[in-house]
């Protein structure tokens, strides 16, 4: 192990064996993705290994052995992940990184971290008294400290052992501009549908079943831009559209063909020209760790099973358990293993380190950002593409488009996928659990803000500021069904609203729909019956966050008041957003700011008695 600033590079290696065709790294730190950290064998061709930055901090991995065989150090079959922990043994300061220190909404923001035994750092600034920390994380191997300063001088911090560190002197940063933008996700199959019927669709608003169409389409969209123009929409996020067998369309067949059920070519560049004149740009979803099994290279090599270092794909000879399906090749009988989406042999998983796939990623790309106005490109499974690989295509396609952003599909809070040439955004289903686990009583104020604090940490705040931030999405089941709730869902979003990022609406939220887990979330929207007080509060609160700067730049606080009341703090240099949230089972009489945009902005229209699971979003100077 060896330092490199504050992250540890830590070497991984495993004896390399005969009939060993790849070798992943697989763990907490890369979201257990099968494929974004690849091994490599060594000169003598005897070992497997790689190394990782990892900051300080709790982890968990194992090796994955032609993907499907779970194994330690030493080849063994494993049940559990193998437990670790990197300890930070000293202070630790950087005021030139953006894990340490930013401007955000006017102030600047320090943070140190420290061994867990630091119980407490102040920070001293000329002329000013010793300043506590704004908030603190607690970890078994590490602890983080965050000052708020508007003060522009040189800084010295000073550990609870009476140690000195520093002084700083303040660096000279521009902050960096935020965004005010909401972002709008489409299922194409279910939003809207409009035109000719074709055969084989199921009846609009009738519950969606694994292999039911709908025959959502591009003509539905474009009949509802001037909808979403209204509501405040800036980006529209499409899941996949191309040529598929699925519904959800993310086993490819061919992708420079449009489904034909939802549209044309042609069509779909009418789409982005119509949007684009309303302001909104489109996000398109690169569906690149896998293939379908019909995707005409996968039919090529299928009987052959090419080795590796030739193949498009990763055929592999045995396994210990094989796949939850098997595909046959063309003749109906002869079984083909290979690495697969999820153990599921209906998706084959690329080679990402095969040239050849690499150019093909990235003719895919340049291909739809040349013909469309696209602002993002989101990654299907980013925990699995090869971080080596997207690397060197995004170095190639920002010579092109160097203002298109990169949106990773990744579940779990990392930093490994963020830093120079690497992906931009993720979606944020970290911080979708903690407002989940909050609504829900699991968790309380004091452990939100930690939580954020090590958010902002690990992501660094350039990250941070720019994260996807999601409720539901066509994965997961509705915020509405989570919470069981209007109030909780409306007030969740209202939340949302309020973080740095990019807010990101799942289609029908804004209608209060329900929906369980896949394929239940993924119902059509009723278009007939969506005029309710609801969905005006859903859009006051998309107009509040566009009207109030601190809203997307700005230091967010929750806290609880004694008679249970959760406030939370959006605040910048010149403004102060507070939400008010009643999680009790009774009636709470508070005190309130100027607007209350759950009430037409209208002023102390409930006197101050806010209701079991109601809320309450003003903003004042």
């Given at each position: 192990m060896s330092d490199s600033g504050l992250k540890k590079s830590i070497l991984f290696s495993i004896p390399y064996e005969e009939g060993d065709e790849s070798c992943?790294?697989?763990?907490n730190f890369n979201c257990y993705g099968d494929g974004s950290i690849e091994l490599l064998r060594t000169e003598d061709g005897k070992t497997w290994e790689t190394r990782v930055g990892l900051f300080p901090g709790a982890y968990e991995y194992f090796y994955s052995i032609n993907q499907y065989r779970k194994v330690n150090e030493k080849r063994e079959k494993i049940v559990r992940p193998i437990k670790a922990g990197i300890r930070q043994e000293t202070f630790f300061h950087d005021p030139y990184s953006d894990h340490f220190f930013s401007k955000t909404g006017g102030f600047s923001v320090i943070r140190c971290i420290t061994p867990p035994l630091t119980k407490l750092v102040k920070i001293v600034q000329k002329g000013q008294r010793k300043h506590l920390?704004?908030?603190?994380?607690?970890?078994?191997?590490y602890n983080l400290f965050e000052f708020i300063t508007r003060s522009e001088s040189d800084y010295t911090f000073l550990a609870d052992d009476a140690t000195r560190h520093g002084p700083y002197a303040m660096p000279s940063l521009n902050e960096e501009p935020k965004s005010a933008n909401v972002i709008y996700q489409i299922f194409p199959d279910r939003f809207r549908r409009k035109g000719k019927l074709k055969e084989g669709l199921a009846?609009?608003?009738?519950?969606?079943?694994?292999?039911?169409?709908?025959?959502g389409n591009i003509e539905g969209i474009i009949e509802k831009i001037d909808y979403l123009h209204e509501f405040g929409i800036d980006h529209v996020y499409l899941t996949p559209f191309y040529k598929s067998a699925s519904n959800h369309r993310y086993d490819i067949d061919d992708y420079f063909e449009i489904d034909e059920k939802f549209g044309t070519m042609s069509q779909?560049?009418?789409?982005?020209?119509?949007?684009?004149?309303?302001?909104?740009?489109?996000?398109?979803?690169?569906?690149?760790?896998?293939?379908?099994?019909?995707?005409?290279?996968?039919?090529?090599?299928?009987?052959?099973k090419l080795a590796h270092e030739k193949s498009w794909y990763k055929f592999i000879s045995e396994t210990a358990r094989g796949m939850k399906i098997r595909w046959?090749?063309?003749?109906?009988?002869?079984?083909?293993l290979y690495e697969a989406f999820k153990d599921y042999g209906g998706m084959p998983k690329l080679n990402h380190k095969n040239e050849e796939v690499k150019n093909f990623m990235l003719n895919v790309m340049e291909y739809y950002a040349a013909k469309l106005n696209v602002s993002f490109l989101r990654y299907d499974v980013a925990e699995s593409i090869n971080l080596n690989s997207i690397k060197d295509i995004f170095s190639k396609f920002s010579e092109r488009f160097p203002k298109i952003g990169h949106i990773a599909e990744i579940w779990c809070l990392s930093g490994i996928f963020?830093?120079?040439?690497?992906?931009?955004s993720f979606m944020n289903y970290h911080l979708r659990g903690l407002i989940i686990s909050l609504m829900k009583k699991e968790i309380g104020p004091s452990r939100i803000n930690r939580e954020l604090l090590n958010m902002r940490f690990v992501l660094g705040d350039r990250a941070y500021g720019k994260m996807m931030n999601i409720l539901g999405s066509h994965d997961t089941a509705r915020i509405k069904t989570m919470l069981e709730s209007e109030n909780l869902s409306l007030a969740s979003y209202a939340l949302l609203m309020i973080m740095d990022g990019m807010p990101c609406i799942y289609y029908g939220d804004e209608f209060s729909m329900e929906g369980g887990p896949d394929p239940d979330c993924r119902g059509t929207i009723d278009w007939i019956n969506t005029k309710s007080d609801f969905n005006?509060?859903?859009r006051s609160i998309v107009k509040f966050r566009k009207k109030n700067q601190a809203s997307y730049d700005g230091i967010i606080k929750f806290t609880r008041e004694k008679n249970g009341l959760i406030r939370v703090h959006k605040y910048s240099s010149q403004q102060t957003i507070e939400l008010g949230l009643n999680l009790t089972d009774r009636a709470i009489h508070c005190e309130r700011a100027e607007e209350d945009i759950t009430n037409s902005e209208q002023k102390n229209v409930h006197s101050g008695i806010i209701g079991p699971t109601e809320f309450f979003l003003n903003a004042r100077k």
């Amino acid at each position: 192990m060896s330092d490199s600033g504050l992250k540890k590079s830590i070497l991984f290696s495993i004896p390399y064996e005969e009939g060993d065709e790849s070798c992943y790294l697989t763990g907490n730190f890369n979201c257990y993705g099968d494929g974004s950290i690849e091994l490599l064998r060594t000169e003598d061709g005897k070992t497997w290994e790689t190394r990782v930055g990892l900051f300080p901090g709790a982890y968990e991995y194992f090796y994955s052995i032609n993907q499907y065989r779970k194994v330690n150090e030493k080849r063994e079959k494993i049940v559990r992940p193998i437990k670790a922990g990197i300890r930070q043994e000293t202070f630790f300061h950087d005021p030139y990184s953006d894990h340490f220190f930013s401007k955000t909404g006017g102030f600047s923001v320090i943070r140190c971290i420290t061994p867990p035994l630091t119980k407490l750092v102040k920070i001293v600034q000329k002329g000013q008294r010793k300043h506590l920390p704004d908030f603190k994380y607690n970890s078994k191997n590490y602890n983080l400290f965050e000052f708020i300063t508007r003060s522009e001088s040189d800084y010295t911090f000073l550990a609870d052992d009476a140690t000195r560190h520093g002084p700083y002197a303040m660096p000279s940063l521009n902050e960096e501009p935020k965004s005010a933008n909401v972002i709008y996700q489409i299922f194409p199959d279910r939003f809207r549908r409009k035109g000719k019927l074709k055969e084989g669709l199921a009846e609009w608003n009738q519950k969606p079943g694994k292999g039911t169409f709908f025959g959502g389409n591009i003509e539905g969209i474009i009949e509802k831009i001037d909808y979403l123009h209204e509501f405040g929409i800036d980006h529209v996020y499409l899941t996949p559209f191309y040529k598929s067998a699925s519904n959800h369309r993310y086993d490819i067949d061919d992708y420079f063909e449009i489904d034909e059920k939802f549209g044309t070519m042609s069509q779909l560049v009418s789409l982005s020209k119509e949007l684009e004149g309303a302001g909104i740009s489109m996000i398109l979803d690169m569906v690149f760790n896998h293939t379908s099994i019909f995707f005409p290279q996968f039919r090529v090599e299928l009987p052959g099973k090419l080795a590796h270092e030739k193949s498009w794909y990763k055929f592999i000879s045995e396994t210990a358990r094989g796949m939850k399906i098997r595909w046959p090749v063309k003749d109906g009988e002869t079984l083909a293993l290979y690495e697969a989406f999820k153990d599921y042999g209906g998706m084959p998983k690329l080679n990402h380190k095969n040239e050849e796939v690499k150019n093909f990623m990235l003719n895919v790309m340049e291909y739809y950002a040349a013909k469309l106005n696209v602002s993002f490109l989101r990654y299907d499974v980013a925990e699995s593409i090869n971080l080596n690989s997207i690397k060197d295509i995004f170095s190639k396609f920002s010579e092109r488009f160097p203002k298109i952003g990169h949106i990773a599909e990744i579940w779990c809070l990392s930093g490994i996928f963020f830093g120079e040439g690497l992906y931009t955004s993720f979606m944020n289903y970290h911080l979708r659990g903690l407002i989940i686990s909050l609504m829900k009583k699991e968790i309380g104020p004091s452990r939100i803000n930690r939580e954020l604090l090590n958010m902002r940490f690990v992501l660094g705040d350039r990250a941070y500021g720019k994260m996807m931030n999601i409720l539901g999405s066509h994965d997961t089941a509705r915020i509405k069904t989570m919470l069981e709730s209007e109030n909780l869902s409306l007030a969740s979003y209202a939340l949302l609203m309020i973080m740095d990022g990019m807010p990101c609406i799942y289609y029908g939220d804004e209608f209060s729909m329900e929906g369980g887990p896949d394929p239940d979330c993924r119902g059509t929207i009723d278009w007939i019956n969506t005029k309710s007080d609801f969905n005006e509060k859903f859009r006051s609160i998309v107009k509040f966050r566009k009207k109030n700067q601190a809203s997307y730049d700005g230091i967010i606080k929750f806290t609880r008041e004694k008679n249970g009341l959760i406030r939370v703090h959006k605040y910048s240099s010149q403004q102060t957003i507070e939400l008010g949230l009643n999680l009790t089972d009774r009636a709470i009489h508070c005190e309130r700011a100027e607007e209350d945009i759950t009430n037409s902005e209208q002023k102390n229209v409930h006197s101050g008695i806010i209701g079991p699971t109601e809320f309450f979003l003003n903003a004042r100077k």
